[in-house]
């Protein structure tokens, strides 16, 4: 690849580098990828947080994740500053291949170096755990991040759509009233959210009981906070 580059004039920097693996990893190509990736760094560039988190990332969708986490290591002898993306990556590949206590130790990993985590790690996270059957741990894990100030705005929102994504609808309303009982409006979307995932597990009864009711905070004309119907009132 270098030497054709060159004959034809073409400039060859890790830029170019980082775009073709990019490129190659996102066709499913990772072989290429990190034969592309090895030769950059023959010839002497160094690749830097970008170029590693895009192989780690065509490496994590492919299934790759034992390579994608060697890659991870590798980042870390290289002196290479790992960011929220790179866990990101790997948080949700994992979860994706049923690694669950890696993806675990991953989290734990970035919330020791200070790293704040976004919404989307968060989110990977919270489905990871949901999907696989471990609510508990995620809901355990957002309370215990909650007083830190490093949960994202969106954390709440997220853990609820992860809950009815895994069918886990009274933990789902029990969250949901929590933040309702905190004086939080529920935001119209996550309504929706819930009517969706209820109709589509095939609870339609309880779908149209949520679309009619005033379940959340209601106001008063002047503003003020009339009731708080709680969402567990839809299995009663």
């Avoid at 206590?101 to 976004?118: F, S």
């Avoid at 919404?119 to 909650?146: M, P, Q, T, V």
């Avoid at 100030?149 to 609808?169: Q, S, Y």
Wanted: hydrophobic fraction near 40%; glycine fraction near 10%; include cysteine.
């Amino acid at each position: 690849c270098f030497r054709s580059c060159v004959e034809k004039g073409i400039a060859v920097n890790p830029i170019f580098y980082t775009s073709l693996i990019d490129g190659f990893g996102k066709a499913g190509m990772v072989d290429q990828a990190q034969e592309l990736f090895e030769e950059m760094k023959v010839k002497g560039f160094v690749p830097d947080s970008y170029c590693y988190n895009v192989l780690i990332d065509g490496l994590a969708k492919a299934g790759r994740t034992d390579d994608a986490c060697a890659l991870y290591k590798r980042m870390e002898d290289d002196g290479c500053d790992q960011t929220v993306y790179t866990y990101t990556i790997l948080i949700d590949g994992l979860f994706k291949e049923h690694k669950n206590e890696e993806a675990l130790k991953l989290w734990d990993a970035m919330i020791d170096k200070g790293i704040t985590p976004t919404a989307a790690a968060f989110r990977a996270l919270a489905n990871g755990l949901c999907l696989s059957g471990k609510y508990s741990r995620a809901c355990r894990i957002l309370d215990e991040l909650a007083p830190m100030g490093v949960i994202p705005e969106t954390a709440h929102e997220d853990m609820i759509n992860a809950l009815c994504r895994a069918g886990r609808f009274k933990q789902a309303c029990k969250l949901a009233d929590g933040i309702v009982g905190k004086g939080r409006e529920i935001p119209g979307r996550v309504r929706t959210m819930m009517i969706n995932a209820l109709r589509k597990a095939g609870n339609t009864d309880l779908a149209v009981k949520l679309v009619h009711s005033k379940i959340g905070i209601g106001y008063e004309r002047s503003g003020s906070i009339k009731r708080r119907v709680k969402f567990q009132t839809l299995f009663a």
